[in-house]
């Protein structure tokens, strides 16, 4: 696709330098235990130019780490000043050398991301203006192909966040928090996508299913619930929005079989309540679970064994924390973050699980 003037113009002046993007961030000193925390390590920005919320960082096999901005037009126009298009933002950090740059707009409202086994950047594209499908897009052509566009002819809701076992089958959930779109589904559940293409859904039991990940042993299927009880927040007015309550605000973890199926829902694994709790979630080499928590009173990133202990605490101040994504190969000991309108990262002392399958491909 050409790209317009404008959307030149935007590119060339939010690309940043590494030199002016890699900033310490302004978040308190993370805490907990050495065996995940270097305690000479800072969190630093990368990234600070998008609108409404950024999402989904996704480490790539051409050295850069891909994230998206969710936004509306409208807001974004009167928040930032900016022309930002309906549909989102879907962008690229060049480890390397620092540069942001805009890899496609609109990205059809893509949320949460990964690198599948063929190297293909799949996204779980939502509504409000989004394409409520999960897509591949080769990231050398930007050739995009849709995966998955309904579940028994009808539309999703709005596919929100993904996962990948070793058998190359992609794990995604399915709520519903701002879009006009009419709701096809009965449930906002949770779907596994075969590498045939055929889709299944696995959960039913999860009120609002967000952040999904996969044990390394492959044996456990987290699910994060954020039930804000909201289908559609951009046309509640303030006012309303403030009546709220939190439903279910959990991680729950499900019995993962060798088929792909899940058995009987464990007991929860952590609750928030009455505060707001789990989005993206991702898991270490030893099996922790990292969840970007989007508790207003003490926003971070908080690491739990698979029990559901506490282990660690990454504060990100003041901004509310979506999601996070361990690097590859060298850098797989560097957890990047997405949080308010930002990307950020910090290393560790822990490394991100990598699937033999991710290892030995080129």
């Known amino acids: 696709m050409r790209l317009t003037l404008t959307a030149l113009l935007l590119t060339a002046l939010l690309a940043a330098p590494a030199a002016q993007a890699q900033q310490r961030a302004p978040f308190p000193r993370p805490t907990g235990?050495?065996?995940?925390?270097?305690?000479?390590?800072r969190v630093q920005r990368l990234f600070n130019g998008g609108c409404v919320l950024t999402e989904g960082p996704a480490a790539g096999p051409d050295g850069a780490?891909?994230?998206?901005?969710?936004?509306?037009?409208?807001?974004?126009?009167?928040?930032?000043?900016?022309?930002f298009p309906a549909g989102?933002?879907?962008?690229?950090?060049?480890?390397?050398?620092?540069r942001n740059t805009v890899f496609r707009r609109p990205s059809g409202q893509a949320n949460g991301l990964l690198f599948d086994f063929q190297e293909r950047l799949i996204a779980a594209e939502g509504a409000n203006n989004g394409g409520r499908v999960v897509s591949a897009t080769n990231v050398a052509t930007k050739r995009r192909t849709m995966l998955a566009a309904a579940f028994e002819r009808r539309p999703f809701n709005s596919p929100n966040d993904l996962a990948l076992d070793r058998q190359g089958r992609i794990y995604f959930t399915d709520p519903r928090y701002n879009g006009a779109e009419p709701l096809s589904q009965p449930l906002q559940g949770v779907y596994r996508l075969d590498p045939n293409g055929r889709v299944t859904r696995i959960i039913i039991d999860a009120s609002k299913p967000n952040g999904v990940a996969i044990s390394p042993d492959q044996r456990t299927l987290y699910v994060a619930v954020n039930d804000n009880g909201i289908e559609d927040g951009l046309r509640l007015t303030e006012a309303e929005a403030e009546r709220i309550k939190?439903?279910?605000?959990?991680?729950?973890?499900?019995?993962?079989?060798a088929d792909g199926?899940?058995?009987?829902?464990?007991?929860?694994?952590?609750?928030?309540?009455?505060?707001?709790?789990?989005?993206?979630m991702d898991v270490d080499a030893a099996g922790n679970l990292y969840v970007a928590v989007r508790d207003e009173n003490a926003p971070g990133i908080y690491v739990y064994t698979p029990r559901g202990?506490?282990?660690a605490r990454i504060p990100t101040g003041?901004?509310?924390?979506?999601?996070?994504?361990?690097?590859?190969?060298?850098?797989?000991?560097?957890?990047?973050?997405?949080?308010?309108?930002?990307?950020?990262?910090?290393?560790?002392?822990?490394r991100g699980y990598e699937p033999p399958e991710r290892t030995a491909s080129p």
């Open 246 to 257: 939190n439903v279910d605000q959990s991680i729950y973890a499900y019995p993962l079989r």
């Open 318 to 350: 003041r901004e509310l924390p979506t999601n996070m994504a361990f690097g590859r190969g060298a850098n797989s000991n560097v957890l990047y973050i997405t949080a308010g309108f930002g990307l950020y990262r910090l290393k560790l002392n822990a």
């Open 88 to 98: 989102g933002l879907l962008w690229r950090h060049d480890i390397a050398s620092g």
């Open 261 to 280: 199926t899940v058995g009987e829902r464990r007991p929860r694994l952590v609750s928030y309540l009455p505060e707001a709790g789990p989005d993206g």
């Open 309 to 311: 202990r506490r282990l």
């Open 33 to 41: 235990s050495a065996s995940i925390l270097d305690p000479g390590q």
């Open 65 to 83: 780490v891909y994230f998206t901005d969710i936004n509306d037009a409208n807001e974004c126009t009167n928040r930032r000043a900016r022309n």
